[in-house]
């Protein structure tokens, strides 16, 4: 006799890998349209990667760089799962259901100290490539600045003109672009355009609510 069919399986469960990266990619735009720190973590993720495009960094940086930023993303995505899962099952007040959502915040906020603290020991320890590249630092915030303003204004929950939208999302991408000519590093560079595509279809997906 076959098992019965789980009562938290979907009607229409995913036929392919596609279509599960499709309900994934849903989950992490959902997760930036209704969580103001996952904005903010995705602002700051952004900053980074501008930092990592614009210094010569080894190796083992760029690799420490880039893992902290997923992780505190993948730990802010698990902290929102986790805090509808409890909604769901509690339907009223619970002191417990507070705490348990205040521990899984602070596991977030612990994550993102920590990355703070590596950022600043990165750049420490690389102090003489700081200091010795003014000029390219120069440039790079020249363009990482208005990348990383046009980021958090396509995230941004205020209503607008989807013209608007679409402005900001050409001129990010175009100033990414040109940062191509002149980066340190295409893994920080490909990064940003990653960060750019969610901004982007996170404004779109506001747009759509809207209509």
């Given amino acids: ?13 995913p036929t392919s890998f596609v279509r599960s990266l499709g309900h994934a990619w849903n989950g992490l735009i959902h997760t930036v349209v209704h969580q103001r720190n996952m904005r ?13 495009s614009g210094l010569k960094l080894g190796l083992a940086e760029k690799v420490t760089l880039i893992f902290c930023v997923v992780l505190v993303l993948f730990a802010e995505m698990l902290n929102s799962a986790l805090e509808q899962l409890v909604d769901l099952a509690i339907q009223q007040f619970d ?17 993102a100290v920590g ?12 102090a003489e490539v700081v200091l010795t590249s003014g000029q390219a630092i120069v440039r790079q915030v020249e363009v990482g600045a208005p990348i990383t303003f046009l980021a958090g204004a396509l995230m941004h929950e205020a209503k607008r003109p989807r013209w608007l939208d679409v402005v900001m999302a050409v001129v990010a991408f175009g100033l990414w672009a040109a940062s ?3 980066t340190q590093s295409e893994v920080f560079a490909a990064m940003t355009f990653g960060l750019l595509v969610v901004c ?4 779109l997906v506001r747009q759509r609510a809207r209509a």
Avoid at 3 to 9: I, K, L, R, T, V
Avoid at 40 to 52: P, R, T, Y
Avoid at 200 to 203: D, F, K, L, V
């Fill in 180 to 182: 191509l000519t002149f």
């Fill in 1 to 13: 006799m076959p098992d019965a069919p789980s009562p938290f399986q979907s009607k229409h469960p």
């Fill in 200 to 203: 982007a279809n996170t404004a």
């Fill in 40 to 52: 903010m973590h995705l602002i700051a993720s952004v900053m980074v990667a501008q930092v990592g």
């Fill in 95 to 111: 002191e417990k259901a507070k705490l348990t959502k205040d521990i899984a915040a602070a596991g977030v906020l612990v994550l």
């Fill in 115 to 126: 990355t703070v603290v590596i950022f600043a020991a990165v750049l420490v320890h690389n």
